[in-house]
């Protein structure tokens, strides 16, 4: 089983930047697919991009063109830069297997934006 464990979360203020880390052993070998989802504080899961294992990347429309994802086969990493981050994308991210793999999810980190 795949366990993803994210890091890089932090405090920034609007119009930062920060680059979120998930390392998940396995998920290149086993040619996963990779997403990321965040949960604000009384609001439903939120779907935020996704990397197809074959190279292909997804974004939600509140994200596009301001967060990036990409990987790093060797270290069996994943990543999300954002950046010119707003105060709307504080929440907890959370990276997961998909695809060819079972979901399987890390324990989110924190991300706050400050105005």
């Known amino acids: 089983q795949i366990q993803p464990v994210e890091s890089g979360g932090g405090s920034v203020q609007a119009g930062g930047s920060l680059r979120l880390s998930c390392t998940a052993p396995g998920f290149a070998s086993k040619n996963c697919d990779m997403a990321w989802y965040r949960q604000a504080v009384g609001k439903q899961r939120e779907w935020v991009s996704r990397l197809f294992s074959f190279g292909d990347t997804t974004y939600a429309d509140s994200v596009k063109g301001r967060f990036t994802i990409s990987k790093d086969t060797a270290k069996d990493t994943v990543y999300l830069q954002m950046n010119n981050l707003k105060p709307q994308d504080t929440a907890v991210y959370s990276c997961?297997?998909?695809?060819?793999?079972?979901?399987?999810w890390g324990q989110g980190t924190q991300v706050t934006v400050s105005s």
């Open positions: 997961v297997t998909m695809g060819r793999c079972a979901a399987n």
